[in-house]
């Protein structure tokens, strides 16, 4: 994030909007992967699966990260 030029208000801020709902999110999709990858993918398979999952996690991640600057005030 400092990489961007922000503020330490600016990168706070960033924090504030984007930690607590990408964590939540976190918590639903990975258990969801989880389930799908362990209950239903045969086992030489499940590495696959499971850097599939890792991907579209890494997609978003980066969607968030690409969010266009807080304001610090």
Known sequence: MA???ETT???VARLKRDLLPTMG???VYW???DFITFKFIPVHI????NSSFAYVWTIYLTYKASLSKVSSS
């Open 31 to 33: 258990p969801i992967c």
């Open 25 to 27: 999110r976190n918590l």
């Open 3 to 5: 990489n961007q030029s």
């Open 9 to 11: 208000g600016e990168i």
């Open 46 to 49: 499940q590495p696959l699966v």
